[in-house]
Nanobody, 117 residues
């Protein structure tokens, strides 16, 4: 079964930058679409960014112009570069993998990002 492990979340000041990583152990990583979601307390889970197996990216409105999703298939890793962080970016960020055929979703355990002075 696919396992995903996120890392990089921490406390950062407003206006700062952070890079999240998500490492997968599955052999199907290179053929799978990847995504980052986030969820703040009392709020619905929100799509942050997606990247297809071919490298096509899409972003949620809150992430456009500030965040960049990328992948390194040789390392089975997807990244989320976050710049210009705001307090409203505070949330648990989750990595998601969708298998190419069955379109089954796998989730990491999440990494906490806190933006505060």
């Amino acid at each position: 079964q696919v396992q995903l492990v996120e890392s990089g979340g921490e406390l950062v000041q407003p206006g700062g930058s952070l890079r999240l990583s998500c490492a997968a152990n599955g052999s199907i990583f290179s053929g799978s679409a990847m995504a980052w979601y986030r969820q703040a307390p009392g709020k619905q889970r929100e799509l942050v960014a997606t990247i297809t197996s071919g490298g096509i990216t899409n972003y949620g409105d809150s992430a456009k112009g500030r965040f960049t999703i990328s992948r390194d298939n040789a390392k089975n890793t997807v990244y989320l570069q976050m710049n210009g962080l705001k307090p409203e970016d505070t949330a648990v960020y989750y990595c998601n993998l969708k298998t190419p055929i069955a379109r089954r979703n796998y989730w990491g355990q999440g990494t906490q990002v806190t933006v505060s002075s």
